[in-house]
Protein backbone atom coordinates (compact mmCIF):
# COMPACT_ATOMS: atom_id res chain seq x y z
CA UNK A 1 0.00 0.00 0.00
CA UNK A 2 2.46 2.54 -1.56
CA UNK A 3 -0.18 5.73 -1.39
CA UNK A 4 -0.08 5.40 3.02
CA UNK A 5 3.68 4.98 2.90
CA UNK A 6 5.31 1.96 3.73
CA UNK A 7 5.45 2.42 7.22
CA UNK A 8 1.68 0.53 7.01
CA UNK A 9 1.28 -2.89 6.89
CA UNK A 10 -1.18 -4.11 4.30
CA UNK A 11 -2.64 -7.11 6.89
CA UNK A 12 -3.31 -4.25 9.53
CA UNK A 13 -5.24 -1.76 6.64
CA UNK A 14 -7.26 -4.81 5.64
CA UNK A 15 -7.61 -5.36 9.39
CA UNK A 16 -9.07 -2.13 9.90
CA UNK A 17 -11.00 -1.75 6.81
CA UNK A 18 -12.82 -4.81 7.28
CA UNK A 19 -13.30 -3.81 10.84
CA UNK A 20 -14.59 -0.54 9.76
CA UNK A 21 -16.57 -2.20 6.73
CA UNK A 22 -18.93 -4.18 9.36
CA UNK A 23 -20.37 -1.38 11.37
CA UNK A 24 -22.39 0.00 8.62
CA UNK A 25 -23.38 -3.90 7.61
CA UNK A 26 -24.66 -4.32 11.56
CA UNK A 27 -26.27 -0.87 12.08
CA UNK A 28 -28.16 -0.95 8.61
CA UNK A 29 -29.19 -4.91 10.17
CA UNK A 30 -30.74 -3.84 13.16
CA UNK A 31 -32.63 -0.74 11.60
CA UNK A 32 -33.94 -3.12 9.30
CA UNK A 33 -34.56 -5.54 11.67
CA UNK A 34 -36.23 -2.97 13.94
CA UNK A 35 -38.39 -1.11 11.71
CA UNK A 36 -39.77 -4.55 10.01
CA UNK A 37 -43.43 -4.65 10.72
CA UNK A 38 -46.21 -5.55 8.64
CA UNK A 39 -50.40 -5.39 9.20
CA UNK A 40 -52.33 -8.22 7.92
CA UNK A 41 -56.98 -7.60 8.12
CA UNK A 42 -56.98 -11.23 8.62
CA UNK A 43 -53.28 -12.17 10.81
CA UNK A 44 -52.81 -8.75 12.34
CA UNK A 45 -50.08 -6.91 13.03
CA UNK A 46 -46.37 -8.91 12.90
CA UNK A 47 -43.44 -7.08 13.88
CA UNK A 48 -39.17 -8.20 15.18
CA UNK A 49 -40.73 -8.48 18.96
CA UNK A 50 -42.73 -11.42 17.81
CA UNK A 51 -39.85 -13.73 17.25
CA UNK A 52 -37.06 -14.22 20.00
CA UNK A 53 -34.49 -14.88 16.65
CA UNK A 54 -34.67 -11.35 15.75
CA UNK A 55 -34.51 -10.46 19.01
CA UNK A 56 -31.22 -12.30 19.57
CA UNK A 57 -29.86 -10.96 16.23
CA UNK A 58 -30.55 -7.19 16.69
CA UNK A 59 -28.78 -8.03 20.40
CA UNK A 60 -25.40 -9.61 18.72
CA UNK A 61 -25.18 -7.49 15.53
CA UNK A 62 -25.07 -4.51 18.43
CA UNK A 63 -22.10 -6.58 20.08
CA UNK A 64 -20.21 -6.87 17.13
CA UNK A 65 -20.83 -3.72 15.66
CA UNK A 66 -19.63 -2.16 18.63
CA UNK A 67 -16.43 -4.56 19.21
CA UNK A 68 -15.83 -3.73 15.44
CA UNK A 69 -15.96 -0.05 16.23
CA UNK A 70 -13.42 -0.54 19.31
CA UNK A 71 -11.03 -3.10 17.70
CA UNK A 72 -10.92 -0.75 14.73
CA UNK A 73 -9.50 1.84 17.29
CA UNK A 74 -7.57 -0.37 18.59
CA UNK A 75 -5.95 -1.63 16.03
CA UNK A 76 -3.90 1.86 15.50
CA UNK A 77 -3.05 2.34 19.48
CA UNK A 78 0.43 0.23 20.03
CA UNK A 79 -0.08 -0.87 23.60
CA UNK A 80 -3.27 -3.01 22.59
CA UNK A 81 -2.19 -4.33 19.57
CA UNK A 82 0.71 -6.03 20.89
CA UNK A 83 -2.20 -7.96 22.68
CA UNK A 84 -2.46 -10.10 19.61
CA UNK A 85 -4.45 -13.30 21.54
CA UNK A 86 -6.99 -10.37 22.54
CA UNK A 87 -8.11 -10.18 19.12
CA UNK A 88 -7.90 -13.82 18.14
CA UNK A 89 -9.78 -14.99 20.93
CA UNK A 90 -12.31 -12.02 20.80
CA UNK A 91 -12.96 -12.43 16.68
CA UNK A 92 -13.26 -15.94 16.91
CA UNK A 93 -16.09 -15.25 19.57
CA UNK A 94 -17.96 -12.52 17.09
CA UNK A 95 -17.52 -14.58 15.01
CA UNK A 96 -19.65 -17.68 16.30
CA UNK A 97 -22.14 -15.55 17.82
CA UNK A 98 -22.76 -14.01 14.42
CA UNK A 99 -23.01 -17.68 12.83
CA UNK A 100 -25.45 -18.25 16.07
CA UNK A 101 -27.73 -15.12 15.09
CA UNK A 102 -27.82 -15.97 11.39
CA UNK A 103 -28.96 -19.46 11.60
CA UNK A 104 -31.61 -17.65 14.30
CA UNK A 105 -32.72 -16.05 11.48
CA UNK A 106 -32.37 -18.58 8.79
CA UNK A 107 -34.77 -21.02 10.71
CA UNK A 108 -37.43 -18.25 10.92
CA UNK A 109 -37.32 -17.68 7.49
CA UNK A 110 -37.15 -21.21 6.33
CA UNK A 111 -40.54 -21.49 8.91
CA UNK A 112 -42.12 -18.41 7.40
CA UNK A 113 -41.53 -19.87 3.59
CA UNK A 114 -42.51 -23.43 4.47
CA UNK A 115 -44.64 -23.37 7.63
CA UNK A 116 -44.58 -26.68 9.97
CA UNK A 117 -47.37 -28.69 9.34
CA UNK A 118 -46.52 -31.25 12.73
CA UNK A 119 -47.00 -28.00 14.28
CA UNK A 120 -50.09 -26.60 12.41
CA UNK A 121 -47.57 -23.44 11.54
CA UNK A 122 -48.47 -22.48 7.66
CA UNK A 123 -46.36 -20.48 6.12
CA UNK A 124 -46.47 -16.77 6.29
CA UNK A 125 -44.75 -15.32 3.56
CA UNK A 126 -47.88 -15.68 1.58
CA UNK A 127 -49.71 -13.11 4.07
CA UNK A 128 -47.00 -10.96 4.96
CA UNK A 129 -44.28 -10.38 1.73
CA UNK A 130 -43.22 -7.33 2.86
CA UNK A 131 -42.21 -8.77 6.48
CA UNK A 132 -40.61 -11.95 4.31
CA UNK A 133 -38.88 -9.74 2.07
CA UNK A 134 -37.12 -7.55 4.24
CA UNK A 135 -35.54 -10.55 5.87
CA UNK A 136 -34.13 -11.73 3.18
CA UNK A 137 -32.27 -8.36 3.57
CA UNK A 138 -31.64 -8.47 6.85
CA UNK A 139 -30.46 -12.39 6.57
CA UNK A 140 -27.89 -11.05 3.46
CA UNK A 141 -26.56 -7.95 5.47
CA UNK A 142 -25.73 -10.16 8.05
CA UNK A 143 -24.05 -12.84 6.08
CA UNK A 144 -21.76 -10.41 4.49
CA UNK A 145 -21.08 -9.38 7.97
CA UNK A 146 -20.24 -13.10 9.07
CA UNK A 147 -18.20 -13.19 5.94
CA UNK A 148 -15.67 -10.14 7.60
CA UNK A 149 -15.21 -11.65 10.54
CA UNK A 150 -14.17 -14.87 9.17
CA UNK A 151 -12.10 -13.50 7.26
CA UNK A 152 -10.89 -11.23 10.99
CA UNK A 153 -10.47 -14.44 12.55
CA UNK A 154 -8.35 -15.98 10.00
CA UNK A 155 -6.47 -12.68 10.14
CA UNK A 156 -6.04 -12.46 14.01
CA UNK A 157 -5.29 -16.64 14.10
CA UNK A 158 -2.20 -15.50 11.57
CA UNK A 159 -0.96 -12.64 13.92
CA UNK A 160 -0.94 -15.13 16.70
CA UNK A 161 0.91 -18.08 15.31
CA UNK A 162 2.92 -16.67 12.59
CA UNK A 163 4.91 -15.97 15.99
CA UNK A 164 5.67 -19.20 16.80
CA UNK A 165 8.07 -20.96 14.75
CA UNK A 166 6.67 -24.29 13.29
CA UNK A 167 6.87 -28.00 14.92
CA UNK A 168 10.17 -29.42 14.11
CA UNK A 169 9.50 -32.81 12.07
CA UNK A 170 11.68 -35.59 13.32
CA UNK A 171 14.15 -36.40 10.69
CA UNK A 172 15.21 -40.50 9.90
CA UNK A 173 17.75 -40.22 11.88
CA UNK A 174 16.35 -39.58 15.18
CA UNK A 175 13.50 -41.75 15.01
CA UNK A 176 15.91 -44.50 14.16
CA UNK A 177 17.91 -44.09 17.04
CA UNK A 178 14.86 -44.03 19.49
CA UNK A 179 13.88 -47.31 17.79
Do not use: H
Not at 119 to 134: D, I, K
Amino acid sequence: MRFLGDKVPTLKLVDSSLRLFVIPLTVASIWLTVTNQQDNATYGKLNFNNFSGLKYMVCISAISGAYALVAAVSTWVKLIVTKAWLFFVSDQLVAYLMVTSEVAVAEIMYLTYKGDRQVSWSEACGSYGSFCNRLKLILSLNSIAICCFFVLAVISAYRVFSRFEPPLVPSKEVEEERT
